[in-house]
């Protein structure tokens, strides 16, 4: 049966060491959906570069990416584990770069909708094991 819902873009960002666990969050944001989507009024969009974005003549790939999938998200779940990433032209990493400018476009102070809180990622943020 069909149903109203807010759609939520969660990009999905680590380097390419941790293809296993992107797989483990999508699947896991698939199981959330299947569970409360109806329920709640809210579907999450598992987001990443590998499905989401596509090859286009001019510009270098990383801010392709950027203006493709990560500027158009809602929320970034951010990942890393042996490697930070690929530098790219302005930054230490393409996953790096996407948590910046993510992080760079958030609202200076964080606010509350009638679905709940938000969780703001900041740089202070403890990155733990993913293992």
Partial sequence: ??????????????????????????????RWNALHAAHVGVVLMPVRWETNASAEMGGAAQ????RQIVDESDVL??????????????N???????????????????????????LIWTPSTTISSPR
């Fill in 63 to 66: 801010d392709l990416i950027n």
């Fill in 92 to 118: 230490v990493s393409g996953t790096a770069e996407e948590l910046q400018r993510a992080s760079s476009m958030l609202p200076s102070q964080p606010r509350s909708s009638s679905r709940g809180s938000r």
């Fill in 77 to 90: 779940v951010g990942m890393f584990w042996t490697r930070l990433g690929t530098p790219t032209a302005t």
């Fill in 1 to 30: 049966m069909t149903f109203v819902a807010t759609v939520v873009r969660v990009l999905i960002a680590s380097p390419s060491d941790l293809r296993d666990e992107r797989d483990r969050v999508e699947r896991t944001i698939h």
